[in-house]
């Protein structure tokens, strides 16, 4: 007898929605049956999915747990795995990736080692990291250590372009030294991130905004621009090209930056380009609002005209992933920052990026339901090496599953949510809603409520296939 069946339910695969029983044993998908009632599957559990729709639980490439907060000072920090996780769960992520900060003075192993300290014991989801790199020089005897890293099952990486604001000195690598990294990841076969802004022309913008007295939060696209994103989208883009090594630019922002990962693409280079659920729905135009910071990560919000591209793109192929960069903290560490300089970068969202993206995506432009799986979960899932362990519902994938019901609308309010006591998506009607959480078989949550299992999640071990390394393979 398996440990669990899934009954009756519209499940997601590669080939379409189907009627399918699905059987788990050991935490893993072991069969897969047309839904009938000759001959069911039986098991110790079974869980009646008659009326819901089961995708693969989430995959977020994109989170910042315990993160420090550079516009605060010393001491403040996001919240960390444990609440972030809840939330995911609740909201049907079921994997998330985080990022492990070299300090100099480290060995990579310490380096992801003190970074898993902070999740193990956690975390109610599975998770793994981006190795990054927030100094301007990355030493060479570091660079030599990246294969073992990514032999060792940590196959990305992550740089910044650009230090984001005038008082912050600690992001920015030098462009040389994100070509050596880059040599590096590609060799290993690994894929390096990055958060593509031009310093310099953010940094001149600033100066220029100061000089003029406009510093107010309405003005953070002007700083924040849509050149600098074309210039660091085509710099990074041709150095990829130059060396042969895949790409994944992170939170897309703006029309010109789809252009360019169009255009690298349609040459057959590897890029991958990630959008955020508040890009293709909001516009700067909320930086007026007196709330407007809690709509606010780095880069910042474009113009209606990049928010209207962003649907597009997703739906066409142009980007891969919906992701979040969530960085979760309460209402008044949010809004502590009242101007350009001193904004609190990141927003909550793990917990409504699966119903909104179903909603925008599915029940609004109509897109099937496979496209939805491959921008909230399997995409992810294979650009960054744990397909198909996780992002596909498949004999031998992990049993994460998520029970998505679309019978009535789900009016979002931040009072029912996890990860902090605000939302930018205060009143938002989705479509579709999470009543049902499972990780490796094990249900999380149902019906609203933690199951009462102890946070178990795991340490993924990643390794990217040549095809996603090779070419624009999703």
């Avoid at 939330?87 to 898993?116: N, Y």
Wanted: hydrophobic share 40%.
């Amino acid at each position: 007898m398996l440990d669990t069946v899934v009954r009756n339910g519209l499940v997601s695969t590669q080939s379409g929605p189907l009627d399918l029983d699905i059987g788990i044993q050991d935490g893993r998908i072991v069969q897969l049956k047309k839904s009938d009632t000759q001959s069911p599957l039986e098991g110790v559990r079974t869980i009646d999915a008659a009326g819901k729709t089961v995708v693969p639980g989430g995959v977020d490439p994109h989170v910042h747990t315990s993160s420090p907060m550079p516009t605060l000072g010393d001491g403040i920090s996001s919240y960390g795995p444990d609440r972030v996780s809840m939330a995911a769960a609740f909201g049907g992520t079921t994997t998330m990736l985080d990022f492990a900060h070299w300090r100099p003075g480290d060995d990579l192993a310490e380096t992801f080692e003190r970074k898993h300290a902070d999740w193990r014991n956690r975390s109610y989801v599975d998770y793994g990291f981006h190795g990054t790199f927030r100094e301007p020089e990355i030493p060479f005897d570091i660079l030599d250590q990246v294969e073992d890293a990514v032999a060792d099952g940590h196959a990305s990486f992550k740089v910044w372009m650009t230090n984001t604001t005038p008082d912050r000195k600690w992001q920015k690598t030098d462009i040389g030294h994100i070509w050596g990294l880059m040599e590096r990841t590609a060799a290993a076969n690994g894929m390096l991130c990055v958060h593509a802004e031009d310093d310099d022309i953010v940094m001149y913008a600033y100066k220029r905004l100061q000089h003029e007295g406009r510093t107010a939060l309405r003005h953070m696209s002007e700083a924040h621009n849509q050149l600098s994103e074309q210039l660091s989208f085509q710099r990074v883009i041709s150095l990829a090209g130059h060396v042969g090594a895949p790409l994944y630019i992170m939170h897309v922002s703006a029309q010109v930056g789809i252009e360019a990962i169009r255009a690298a693409r349609g040459t057959g280079q590897p890029v991958y380009g990630e959008c955020l659920p508040h890009y293709a729905n909001y516009s700067d135009e909320v930086y007026a609002q007196s709330n407007g910071a809690i709509y606010h990560t780095y880069p910042s919000l474009k113009a209606s005209t990049d928010r209207d591209s962003m649907w597009g793109a997703l739906a066409a192929g142009t980007l891969s992933t919906i992701a979040t960069d969530s960085v979760c903290v309460d209402l008044d560490v949010k809004t502590t920052g009242k101007t350009i300089l001193d904004a609190v970068g990141g927003h909550v969202g793990v917990e409504v990026r699966m119903a909104v993206a179903y909603t925008e995506a599915v029940t609004k432009r109509g897109l099937p339901l496979e496209r939805f799986v491959d921008l909230t979960s399997r995409n992810a899932a294979r650009v960054m090496g744990a397909y198909p362990q996780k992002g596909e519902i498949a004999i031998g994938s992990d049993a994460d599953l998520v029970l998505l019901d679309t019978s009535a609308p789900h009016i979002i309010t931040a009072t029912e949510l996890h990860e902090a006591d605000y939302t930018p998506w205060e009143g938002y009607v989705a479509s579709a809603w999470p009543v049902l959480t499972m990780v490796r078989g094990e249900v999380l949550v149902e019906n609203g409520r933690l199951t009462g299992a102890p946070p178990s999640g795991r340490l993924l071990k990643r390794s990217i296939s040549s095809s996603v390394l090779s070419r624009p393979a999703l």
